[in-house]
């Protein structure tokens, strides 16, 4: 079956505009988690949905960052006003449930410049 | 706060050395700690779940352990195509659902 997918794969924007990141996650699953990763690092977590209830926002970085996941489907992450510290690969990731294994999109880079 | 150590950092082998790669963890009530696959420009990959110490999976030429705490992932006779970054992770009932990744092990297999 169709896998977790994001858009656009790379995305180059100036310091100071607003970006979009767009995740389609696998049919079904209930849970859906954004991460970023910067070159050689680890993953960072940012935000995650489960169901109907309110998201866990404890890891955005910032108040630039928001995200929304409609009809418990497709999730949209909004960085406002970037800056070239948010250049990162951003991934999203879904699964059957929480504490169930998770399964990656191909991320989509984002450059600042 | 839950906290998850790598190492090594990197790992150079030649193809058919056998070695082991570490995962060190601090978790206030462990509900899972998953092992991933990471291949240059792309998502992380699942490899397994290990939910209590003591418990074991094995998948090809790799094989998942885990204690209270710690993990191991060791890799029996590996192959050029094992070569990429494994990430640990772990969830823990204090969290529900967030995942705390470890900065990950790079691994080169030499033919």
């Known amino acids: 079956g169709a896998g977790v997918s994001q858009s656009p794969s790379n995305k180059v924007t100036e310091k100071g505009k607003d970006v979009e990141l767009r995740c389609d996650p696998i049919s079904g699953h209930t849970a859906l988690y954004w991460y970023r990763q910067s070159l050689g690092q680890g993953l960072e977590f940012l935000i995650y949905f489960q169901g109907n209830s309110a998201p866990d926002k404890s890891g955005l970085p910032s108040d630039r960052f928001s995200a929304e996941r409609t009809g418990g489907s497709v999730s949209t992450l909004t960085i406002q006003r970037t800056q070239q510290e948010d250049s990162a690969v951003y991934l999203c990731?879904?699964?059957?449930?929480?504490?169930?294994?998770?399964?990656f999109g191909p991320g989509t880079r984002l450059t600042v410049t | 706060e839950d906290q998850v150590t790598q190492s090594p950092e990197a790992l150079r082998l030649q193809e058919g050395e056998s070695s082991s790669l570490n995962c060190s963890y601090t978790v206030s009530g462990l509900r899972g700690l998953f092992w991933y696959r990471q291949d240059p420009g792309k998502g992380p990959e699942f490899l397994f779940t290990l939910y209590s110490a003591g418990e074991e999976k094995e998948k090809e030429r790799l094989k998942a352990t885990l204690t209270k705490k710690e993990s191991f992932l060791h890799i029996t006779a590996p192959k050029p195509e094992d070569s990429a970054t494994y990430l640990c992770a772990v969830q823990a009932g204090t969290n529900a659902g967030k995942s705390t990744f470890g900065d990950g092990t790079t691994l080169t297999v030499k033919p």
């Open positions: 990731a879904s699964s059957a449930d929480i504490f169930y294994e998770q399964y």
